[in-house]
């Protein structure tokens, strides 16, 4: 039964082109993180890299699991597998498979630079298992954990959403506000409530995959010990074996459910009329919903509540209480500061303008079918450019408010000038710009541009930190990237160099920008002519 699955997955033209993408990546990735770990002694620096790497594996499995995952009940062709004699959980559970082997693959490729780096002995022999397992079981985790979480009903996301919000709070009070001042901080509560929240709290700091990475790689701390490294590594493994199993077996059981919710659900004709929202634009209006039906409100809880707090530990200077925590601001610090957070942010706010999710569909199949219906009726380029527009400002605008709080923070501090926030800010909006346009322009080709967003998202900053690194300034004004970063870091400010990227990344703006506007209705029904009737293109 397995093997028709493993066959399309690895032969169809798209998702095996997506594939060798994606190892390139990954390769080149982890080739430029082994160099700056070669380059480096200090300690802490190599836990950030490894740190980095654990990212990466979150990420990928995210996206070669998870997207994949919650992607397939969209289709109505998957009502005939589900029809046919092979039950819906093994369909699930194969492609769930399919999708594990794939991102196996895409891991045992980085093998040889990280055992390389164990060869000249940047690392330990030892450091190999975390380094390895720890993202790829946490990449698992996360793809699955997802899926479950989509498959959800709605009311069950609902309280999910409280729950969560619940969750961001406490991180933000214990994790961030108490950090390193957490006893004290519990020392006025009953012995009993004060030991078991201590304990607690102690636990899942020290037991998940961020914390085992930063224990295991501080052996310069006079209270490191190794068995307590392995013991910690070990809990933390068994841990995230035990969510993915829960997960994968509440997916598997809303498989079918999902499904039917997606197809079958009846309208409620309670609902309250939409004639208003939808105006003259109703392409635009439907771009927006469909966007919004995973809103992502935990992500910006945390994003804006983490913003909000640094913003308030840098105008507060020196006169931070002393018995509140800042180590979570100062290891920020370390990694670039406010710049550095306020451009992830302001990369993140661009993210759904590049990758175009208001108008796309993740098949060739589902995009003809789209396709078939709106190129019949009297669109233009420019309602197809307002909905992918309205879609994508109104998916990425919330991430703007960490960004904006920041640079407020860093102007009233003083630690940069309001003529350096403004080009900030400046940069950040071309930046957002420019990324939609690139976006735009794929989908007028009739691609999805899967590729050149990847790029975008995470080799441009890569990029920047690879020239920012070498003291490259000057041609890291040119990466589009830059623009939200570099008036805003120390010796840097606004040069020549920043304002001819700026001239740049806008020309390029405005050319992507015409042309997608040109040729989108010609190009995108070349495209249909040429892939209606395709049936495993991806």
């Known amino acids: 039964m397995l093997r028709p699955f493993f066959t399309v997955a690895m032969t169809a033209p798209g998702r095996h082109r997506a594939f060798r993408q994606i190892v390139v990546g990954h390769v080149a990735l982890l080739s430029v993180l082994a160099w700056f770990a070669d380059q480096t002694t200090d300690p802490k620096k190599l836990e950030a890299i490894a740190h980095f790497i654990l990212v990466v594996g979150i990420v990928e499995g995210a996206t070669l699991i998870g997207w994949r995952l919650t ?75 997802l899926t479950a979480w989509v498959y959800e009903p709605v009311s069950v996301r609902r309280i999910g959403e409280v729950l969560g919000l619940f969750g961001v709070l406490i991180y933000l009070v214990v994790g961030v506000l108490a950090g390193e001042k957490l006893l004290q901080w519990l020392i006025e509560l009953p012995g009993p409530l004060r030991d078991g929240l201590f304990y607690s709290i102690v636990f899942i700091n020290d037991h998940n995959p961020f914390g085992v990475i930063r224990y295991w790689f501080n052996r310069q701390d006079p209270f490191y010990v190794a068995w307590i490294a392995v013991e910690r590594f070990t809990i933390t493994v ?37 004639e208003d929202q939808i105006g003259d634009r109703p392409l635009s209006w439907w771009a927006v919903r469909r966007v919004m039906e995973y809103s992502g409100r935990v992500n910006l809880w945390l994003a804006g509540g983490f913003s909000l707090l640094y913003a308030v530990f840098l105008i507060a200077g020196d006169q931070w209480p002393s018995w509140m925590g800042k180590g979570a601001f100062l290891l920020f610090e370390q990694w670039g500061g406010a710049a550095a957070v306020a451009c992830a942010l302001s990369v993140l706010a ?66 940069n000038s309001l003529l350096e926030v403004i080009a900030t ?8 710009v420019f990324s939609f346009a690139v976006g735009f322009r794929t989908f007028a ?18 990029l920047l930190a690879g020239l ?39 020309g390029l703006t405005l050319w992507l920008t015409r042309s997608g506007l040109g040729s989108a209705d010609a190009e995108l029904r070349r495209w249909f002519d040429a892939n209606q009737g395709r049936h495993s293109a991806t």
Not at 378 to 389: C, I, P, Q, R, V
């Open 238 to 274: 068994a841990l995230i074996v035990a969510v993915i199993v829960i997960a994968t077996s509440r997916a598997t059981t809303r498989f079918l459910g999902h499904f039917h919710d997606r197809h079958y659900r009846p309208i409620d004709s309670r609902r309250a009329s939409q």
């Open 350 to 415: 661009a993210v759904p303008g590049v990758f175009q999710f208001g108008l796309w569909d993740p098949t060739i199949q589902d995009r003809c079918r789209r396709l078939e219906l709106l190129l019949l009726t009297e669109l233009t380029a420019g309602d197809y450019w307002h909905a992918s527009l309205a879609a994508a400002w109104k998916r990425g605008r919330g991430y703007f408010f960490g960004p904006v709080v920041l640079w407020f923070a860093l102007a009233y501090s003083g630690r």
């Open 445 to 462: 080709r009739g691609t999805t541009g899967g590729g050149i967003a990847s790029l975008m998202t995470f080799g441009l900053p890569m």
């Open 71 to 145: 992607q397939l009940p969209k289709s109505q062709a998957l009502e005939f597998l589900l029809t046919s004699p092979i039950q819906p959980h093994r369909v699930f559970l194969a492609e769930l498979l399919v999708g594990i082997l794939r991102f196996a693959l895409i891991w045992l490729a980085g093998i040889p630079i990280l055992g390389g780096l164990a060869f000249i002995g940047v690392i330990a022999p030892e450091d190999l298992g975390p380094l390895l397992l720890l993202p790829f079981l946490s990449g698992m985790a996360t793809g699955i954990t």
């Open 468 to 506: 920012v690194r070498l003291n490259w300034l000057n041609l890291a004004a040119l990466v589009p990237t830059g623009l939200c970063y570099l008036p805003l870091r120390p010796g840097v400010g606004i040069t020549f160099a920043w304002v001819a990227g700026m001239l740049v990344t806008g």
């Open 425 to 432: 800010a400046t940069g950040a909006a071309m930046l957002w």
